[in-house]
């Protein structure tokens, strides 16, 4: 049980929340997901692996043939979600390119600023800027 919660830990911490514009899986429950359908698989066959998603899918794919229907589906669901939001935090400063020059500018090189900033100059903010906020799960 303590590996379990070592996964949601740890995926908590990699890749947080997330929540695409199609209302995607939230990250917290992508973790729970996996935690839940393959808690048993990811002890049995992926023991000494570092828990962050990336490996940890490997090892769920290498080891396709013992690893539970249930974990094998949920796994490709959790594991999209999460990609969805590492990819969505990475474009969020270029759709939001115009409002980090003009509404942000002193905080540029900070980036915890810079995030704070946007999520104060939401209203002043193009759609596309505040969309992507959105699906990277700051808001």
């Known amino acids: 049980m303590n590996r379990i919660r070592m996964i949601v830990l740890v995926l908590a911490v990699f890749a947080p929340s997330w929540a695409a514009a199609q209302q995607a899986m939230k990250y917290e429950e992508a973790a729970t997901l996996l935690g839940a359908s393959c808690g048993k698989d990811i002890d049995d066959n992926c023991r000494g692996v570092n828990l962050d998603p990336a490996r940890l899918k490997e090892c769920l794919n290498r080891n396709q043939d013992v690893v539970s229907p249930k974990c094998q589906a949920d796994s490709t669901r959790a594991f999209s979600a999460i990609q969805a939001r590492i990819t969505a935090r990475i474009t969020l400063m270029k759709l939001c390119n115009w409002e980090m020059n003009h509404l942000c500018s002193e905080a540029k090189g900070d980036p915890t600023k810079g995030l704070q900033c946007l999520l104060d100059q ?17 808001r």
């Open 122 to 138: 939401t209203k002043k903010a193009t759609g596309n800027c505040n969309k992507a906020i959105a699906a990277a799960g700051y």
